[in-house]
């Protein structure tokens, strides 16, 4: 770290200016984009006027977090063939989102996730159940990338100190609040276009000149990577990281289960479906972003092997235990190493896209949780379906100013928080909470209102307590939350394998042990609703 720190403060001022620049265009875009938010719909959903491919892009942006970028490039460096498996459950998990979800939804809601939980539900107990759901899942994820961005940014600019951190943290909570108030739907889907193109520009750029060094060959790159790890053929095999023991092995089916079906159930990915005007138009963002999506993944396998072989997995623990300077440290190397002007102004770029990313998902992430408090706590639970439009627009926008700030305060006491642990927590209770619920709704024409109840705080409740007591939290002296104490009896680090069970479990109890008959003729109007499109916005 002290190596990429000295570089970087080297060249403060071109990294500064770079940020600057970023920050400068996309607030630029924002304002822009909230001179032609005029109501509801346009606050929410953009008007439901962009294209597929523009929303393809915009759900890739919104996807491919700095834990995609930052994580899965260090996974890949420091454990090779079980690191990139991080790499296609999150590619996978997006035919889930193709094949059950994408069209349903579109075509059966308007703005949030509960508007198609509750279309035949009893609306209060539903909207409130989705709406904590919806909250819980993007403060978690919030946490995970302002942490990185506190980390990150104080790292390139050269300072050290908690307090360099926290003033980060709080720019990055600043900027997001202003980018969901002023631009909404409109404004954070084209920050989101943005980033992604930059991010594989970024990411293409970085690929083509590993690939270079090796003249294209790949057998080549793996080679000198498993080499360079200190592993051998070990490194290109299954087992690094997850082959131990049963415990680990069991870890894995975990965490695969919760990054399929978690990202089906994401609030802030699952909001983007209502930003384009047909089921269609749905349909073909899906496909946009599988594509654009798959291509990222595909260039993290030569970004990580890149940074086994070139920097070496000493010189990146070193730098970071976790990994997830893996990328930044690729780049300098690649640009032609410490103390030189072109690793410099590779660094500064990869590492402004890097800030792009963050950004970009915070905006999103701040966008899905304070609609759903705005549209179904405040609007539908509390007004009880009597607040204006105007009204419901501007308790919106507070809201997003109250969870920016809980989102800052947490971050700011947390900075030494696993990013991955918090992002592993978001998708988990995402699998466990929304996604039963929702294919439930969609496809069971039995399920009722104590169903969805039951589901929606049975996954939330179980994933999140089952976190609480697992080495996440506890018992690992060098990765866990409190290295200190040890009160975890949970052995494993992601929940997935137990609370998603729960979780479709619990809808189903609930469903046969309700007195509640579902409504046959609710049903067949959503049925045919979420299939054809009939009567949607």
Same mark, same amino acid.
């Given at each position: ?11 403060r001022t071109l990294i500064m200016s770079l940020f600057g620049v970023f920050v400068i265009a996309t607030l630029g875009i924002t304002l822009w984009a909230g001179r032609q938010t005029k109501d509801a719909a346009d606050f929410y959903a953009g008007g439901r006027a962009f294209t597929g491919f523009q ?242 993944? &595909?260039?993290?396998? #030569?970004?990580?092997?890149? $940074? !086994? *072989? /070139? +920097? ?5 623990? %070193?730098?970071? @235990? ?38 970009a998902v915070v905006a999103g992430l701040t966008l899905a949780s304070s609609s759903s408090f705005a549209h179904d706590l405040w609007a539908n639970v509390i007004r009880r379906g009597k607040a204006s439009e105007k009204e419901e627009v501007a308790s919106a926008k507070l809201a997003a100013v109250a ?6 305060? &947490?971050?700011?006491? #947390?900075?030494?928080?696993? $990013? !991955? *642990? /918090? +992002? ?5 209770? %995402?699998?466990? @909470? ?99 499109? /009939?009567?949607?916005?």
């Amino acid at each position: 770290m002290i190596q990429l720190a000295t570089s970087a403060s080297e060249h403060r001022t071109l990294i500064m200016s770079l940020f600057g620049v970023f920050v400068i265009a996309t607030l630029g875009i924002t304002l822009w984009a909230g001179r032609q938010t005029k109501d509801a719909a346009d606050f929410y959903a953009g008007g439901r006027a962009f294209t597929g491919f523009q929303n393809g892009l915009a759900i890739s942006g919104d996807y491919m977090s700095a834990a995609s970028f930052l994580g899965i490039a260090g996974l890949i460096a420091l454990f090779g063939y079980d690191g990139f498996l991080y790499s296609i459950g999150f590619l996978v998990a997006w035919l889930v989102a193709l094949l059950l979800v994408a069209e349903p939804l579109r075509n059966s809601g308007r703005y949030t996730m509960a508007d198609a939980l509750a279309f035949r539900m009893r609306q209060r107990p539903v909207r409130t159940a989705a709406g904590i759901s919806t909250i819980v899942v993007s403060i978690f994820y919030l946490l995970a990338q302002m942490v990185g961005a506190g980390s990150l940014v104080a790292l390139l600019l050269g300072v050290s100190g908690d307090g360099a951190k926290r003033w980060t943290i709080v720019a990055v909570g600043a900027l997001m609040v202003i980018y969901v108030t002023v631009g909404g739907m409109k404004g954070t889907t084209w920050v989101q276009i943005v980033k992604a193109v930059l991010l594989i520009a970024g990411a293409a750029l970085m690929t083509v000149m590993v690939l270079a060094k090796y003249h294209f060959n790949l057998s080549s790159l793996l080679g000198a990577a498993s080499g360079a790890s200190g592993k051998g053929h070990a490194f290109l095999e299954p087992g690094l990281k997850y082959g131990l023991t049963g415990t680990t092995k069991l870890d894995f089916l975990s965490l695969g289960l919760a990054l399929v079906l978690g990202t089906a159930g994401l609030p802030h990915i699952l909001v983007r479906f209502y930003t384009v005007p047909t089921a269609r138009a749905a349909r073909k963002s899906v496909l946009w972003a599988i594509g654009i999506i798959g291509v990222f993944y &595909l260039m993290t396998l #030569a970004l990580g092997f890149g $940074a !086994a *072989a /070139l +920097v070496g997995p000493k010189t990146i623990k %070193a730098s970071n @235990a976790a990994g997830n300077t893996a990328a930044p440290l690729l780049a300098e190397q690649l640009g032609g190493g410490a103390g030189s002007t072109g690793g410099a102004v590779l660094l500064a770029v990869i590492s402004a896209v890097a800030f792009a990313t963050i950004l970009a998902v915070v905006a999103g992430l701040t966008l899905a949780s304070s609609s759903s408090f705005a549209h179904d706590l405040w609007a539908n639970v509390i007004r009880r379906g009597k607040a204006s439009e105007k009204e419901e627009v501007a308790s919106a926008k507070l809201a997003a100013v109250a969870i920016g700030a809980i989102a800052i305060v &947490l971050s700011i006491f #947390a900075d030494k928080l696993n $990013a !991955a *642990a /918090l +992002v592993a927590l978001a998708f988990a209770v %995402a699998a466990s @909470a929304n996604l039963p619920t929702l294919l439930y709704s969609l496809f069971w024409k039995r399920f009722n209102t104590v169903g969805a109840v039951s589901a929606t705080y049975a996954g939330l409740i179980t994933s999140v307590t089952l976190v609480i007591f697992s080495p996440v939290v506890s018992g690992n002296p060098r990765t866990s939350l409190f290295p200190h104490s040890d009160f975890h009896w949970f052995p494993l680090e992601n929940p997935g394998l137990i609370s998603i069970p729960v979780g479709f479990l619990a809808g189903a109890i609930g469903t046969w042990l309700a007195r509640e008959q579902a409504d046959p003729a609710k049903y067949a109007e959503l049925e045919v609703r979420s299939l054809t499109g /009939l009567g949607a916005d």
